[in-house]
C-alpha cells in the first residue's frame, strides 16, 4: 500500500472511495482532511448503525444527538435548561496524563458553552490499572492533577465522578470527560452555518503544531514502543485562556449577530467547519494564511489538522463582524474573519491565493464509510456458563475480608481525588462529592439537578446485554436516592478494536441492553461519544480494555429542599432494605478480592421492578418520609451500610435472615437495592408505603450511637467493627496505595 495511505491511517479500500468521489488523486491536504473526518473518532463508522437503537426524544429533550450537546428542560415555567455532554480522552490521557486530562476538561467544556450556556458543573469517569505498577500510580496522579489543574483555574466545579480500577487498564486507562451547563430556552445556539456571504470568524489561541492527527490517534491502538512518539498528537491546553473564551462567547451570543458557533475540538478546524457547513446545507471557503499561528512555516496541512486547545470557530451575520470581534478583542482573544460561506456546498481552502483544496462536503460526514462489522459470541461468555460461584471458598474471619473490601482502590473513599477538586465555586453544590450523586442549585429557581456517572465494566465484561442495562440503571438509581428524577443520559461507549468479532460483539449487546434501559426508564440518550481502539499491542499480544459503557445520568428535582443524602442520621433511626438479597457475587468486588479474578454469568436486572423502584423512593422522598437512601452497589450490603455510617460516625446492628451462604449475603452485588432509614415513629407508614408500591421492604437493624458496625446472620454475629477504625481504613486506603504504601 501507498505509503502516503498508511500515514493517514486510511485503507486502501478507502483510499479508492475517495478518488472515485472526487474523480481525481486527492492532494494530501485533502487526503488529511478525509483521514480525520473519517476516523472513527469522527464519522462513527463502526458504531452509527447500532446508535440508532438509543431513544432521543422525550416531552423534555430540547436538543438530541447531532449537535454539540444534548439539552433537557429543567424549569418549564422559567424556560431554563441544562446542556450536558460526555466524551473520551483517553490515549491523550495514558501518552502524557497530565495535559490529556486537563484538555478533555478545557474540550467538553467548550462544547457545553458552545451551545449558550454556562458551564456549572464538571464530572469525570476514570479507569485506571492496578497500583502496584509505578506507571498506573504515575498516570492516575498526573490525571487526576491535570483535572483539577484545568477545572479550578477556569472556575468550574468538579462536583463528583467515579474510579474504578482494573488490570484491563493498564496499558489503557479511561478518562472520560462530563460537563453540564444552564441555558434559557431562547438562548441556545447551534453549530449550524447559514446565509451565503457571511463571514467566518477565528477565535481563540493561536494555532500551534500540537495535536495534528489527534482524532485518528484515538480511532487506533498502539504499542507501548509508540508511546513517547505520540506526545505530539496530545495538546497543550489553557484554562485561563478557556476562561476569557468562556466570557468572550458568552457576552457575543447577547450581540444578536451569531449565526452558528462551534468549537474547534478533534480535527480541529476541519471538523468545525465541514460539520458547521454540512448541518447548513452549505459550503464553506477559508483563507488558511488568514488563521493566527504561534509556530513558523506552518503548512495548509498542519493548520486544517492541529488541534490546539482553547479555539471556536463563529459564523456571524455580514455586517457584523467587526462588532462581534470587538467583543473578543476586549477579552484579549484572536480573533479574525478567516472565509466565508459559500452556496456551493463544498470545503474550498485557500493560501496565498492558491486553492489547496476542494471536497464536498457531505462526501466528508453523511456519507462516511458505515461499516456493518461481523460479530460473534467471545469464547470467553461460553466457557463462563458452566461457572459455579460455590467453589469460592468461605471466608474465615469476616472482620479481616470487610476491611480489606473497604480499602480497595475501587471501594474506598475517592476522598484523596476529589480534594484536589474545588467542588464549590461558582456556590451551586449542595451534595458534594462522594455520596451517590451530585446535587447543584439552579439559580432564580427551586429545582435542582442532580448528576450520577456510572458503569461497572465487569458486569459488563461477563454479560454486555446485562452490564448495559445495569449502567443505565444504576446511573439513575443514585440520581433517584437524593430525591430527583432521573431525565435524561449522555454516554462514552469504550471499546476495543471494532474490528474483532467478540469485541464489536460486546458493543452490539451492551447497546442492546443500554436502549431497552433508556426505553422502559424514560431516560433518553441526548449526547455521547464512542471510543473504540482502546487496546494496546504488547509482549503478549492484545490487550483490550472491559466493555465500558460509562453513563451519565441527569435528573431534576423540583424542590431542593427535600432533597437527600445517603448517610445515617440518628441513633434510633431504623434501618429498611428495598429490594431483595439473593447472593449472587459473579463479577463482585469479593469475587475479584477472594479468587484474584472475576467469572461467571454476572449481575442481572429486573427494568421493570427497577423502574418501579426508582418511582416509589422518589415518592418516599417527595413526603418528607424517609431520612437517607443509599444504593447498595461495590462491596454489597455489607460495604453500604459501612458507607452510610461513615458520615456522623454512627453505628448499626443488622440481622440478616435469608437462607443464602454468608458471604454471598453480605457481599452479592444483586442489583435494585437500596438501604433507607426512617424514624422509628415512620417505620409502618414506610412499610406499608412500598407495600402498596409493590416493592419489597424489610427491617433489617436500627442506627446506635455505639460506633460499632455489627452484622449479623440468622443470629449469629458475623461482622463487629469500630466505626471509626474502619472509616480510616476507607478513606485514607487510596492515598497509600498512590503513594507506593499499599504494595
Known sequence: MDRKIIEQHVTYEEYEKIKEILGREPNLVELGIFSAMWSEHCSYKSSRPHLKKFPTEAPWVVQGPGENAGIIMVDEEKQICAAFKVESHNHPSFIEPFHGAATGVGGILRDVFTMGARPVACMDSLRFGELHDPKMRYVAKGVVSGISHYGNCVGVPTVGGEVYFDSCYQTNPLVNAFALGIVRKDKIFYAKAAGVGNPVIYVGSKTGRDGIHGATMASEEFSSEEEVEKKVNVQVGDPFIEKLLIEACLEAMEKDGIVAIQDMGAAGLTSSSVEMAS????????DLDKVPLREENMTPYEIMLSESQERMLVVCEKGKEEEIMEVFRKWELDACVIGEIIEEPVIRLFWHGDKVAELPIKALTDEAPVYYRPFKTPKYIIENRN?????????????????????????ASKRWIYRQYDHMVQINTVIYPGGDASLIRVKESKKG??????????????????????????????????????????????????????????????????????????????????????????EKGKRAVYPTPTVVCVGVIDDIEKRMTSFFKSPEDVIILLG????????????????????????????????????????????????????????????????????????????????????????????????????????????????????????????????????????????NLSIPEAKQLYETALEKELSGEGN
Open 279 to 286: 448541518r447548513g446545507g452549505v459550503g464553506i471557503k477559508l
Open 387 to 411: 461457572y459455579n460461584q460455590n467453589e469460592i471458598p468461605e471466608p474465615e474471619n469476616y472482620n479481616e475480608i470487610t476491611k480489606k473490601l473497604l480499602s480497595s482502590p475501587t471501594i
Open 449 to 538: 439537578i442532580a448528576i450520577s456517572s456510572d458503569c461497572n465494566a465487569r458486569y459488563c465484561y461477563l454479560n454486555p446485554y446485562e452490564g448495559g442495562k445495569i449502567a443505565v440503571a444504576e446511573a439513575a438509581r443514585n440520581v433517584a436516592c437524593t430525591g430527583a428524577r432521573p431525565k435524561a443520559i449522555t454516554d462514552c461507549l469504550n471499546f476495543g478494536s471494532p474490528e474483532d468479532p467478540e469485541i464489536m460483539w460486546q458493543f452490539v449487546k451492551a447497546t442492546d441492553g443500554m436502549a431497552d434501559a433508556c426505553r422502559i426508564l424514560e431516560t433518553p440518550v441526548v449526547s455521547g461519544n464512542v471510543s473504540f481502539y482502546n487496546e494496546t499491542t504488547t
Open 580 to 719: 431483595e438479597n439473593t447472593g449472587n457475587v459473579s463479577g463482585s468486588e469479593y469475587q475479584k478480592l477472594v479468587t484474584g479474578t472475576i467469572k461467571g454469568q454476572g449481575q442481572t436486572i429486573d427494568l421493570q421492578f427497577e423502574k418501579t423502584l426508582q418511582n416509589a423512593l422518589i415518592e418516599s422522598i417527595e413526603k418528607g418520609m424517609i431520612k437517607s437512601a443509599h444504593d447498595v452497589s461495590e462491596g454489597g450490603l455489607t460495604v453500604a451500610l459501612f458507607e452510610s455510617a461513615f458520615e456522623r460516625e454512627l453505628g448499626f446492628e443488622v440481622e440478616l435472615s435469608e437462607d443464602i451462604r454468608t458471604d454471598f449475603l453480605f457481599f452479592g452485588e444483586e442489583q435494585s437495592r437500596v438501604i433507607i432509614t426512617v424514624s422509628p415513629e415512620k417505620v409502618e407508614e414506610a412499610l406499608e408505603f412500598f407495600k402498596k408500591k409493590t416493592v419489597p421492604a424489610k427491617v433489617i437493624g436500627t442506627v446506635t450511637a455505639q460506633k460499632t458496625g455489627i452484622i449479623k446472620h440468622k443470629g449469629k454475629e458475623v461482622v
